[in-house]
């Protein structure tokens, strides 16, 4: 039985995007990344809602957006590093069905983030450490809500997003397109 959709979780700069959109075509089913949703709501960058209204008002948008995405069916859902931060978002986002949390270790999303041209326009400092710092910081409050949320684990290292897409197919038992 096809689960009613699939929810990426983890931290920025996993592949949740790309991850989607190779899983969607696959499954012949809708990719939607929460956080250009969330940009089309605000009329703005995400950097530009922390910046003029600041995290609280993201995370109540945020929050507005996975409770709308997560009623959809037949979609893979690319969501905010933090969008498992919020009881009700986690409650939500279990209605997925599939909840997958992709990982990556420090080193490498530091590395995804600084290759990344849309980083710095997009994507906001969380704390006011240096980059790396708030990696570690945040990877170590955050793994223990990734874990309790996901329903499926999955490396994304060394692996192309292809390869993570069958992965999670697979696992999954679920039917691609031929």
Known sequence: MQRPSIALIGYRGTGKTTIAERLAARL????????????????KPIADVFASEGEGAFRDLE?????DLCRRQRVVLALGGGAILRE?????????????????????IARRLQADPTTASRRPN??????RTEIDRLLAERTPIYRACATLEVDTEGKAPEEIAGEIVAALGLVPLP
């Open 28 to 43: 012949d089913w809708t990719s939607i990344d929460a956080d250009v949703e969330i940009e089309q709501r605000a009329g």
């Open 88 to 108: 009700d978002n986690r409650q939500h986002i279990a209605r997925c069905g599939a909840v997958v949390w992709l990982q990556a270790s420090a080193d490498s």
């Open 126 to 131: 969380l704390t006011n450490s240096d980059p």
């Open 63 to 67: 929050s507005a957006v996975v409770d």
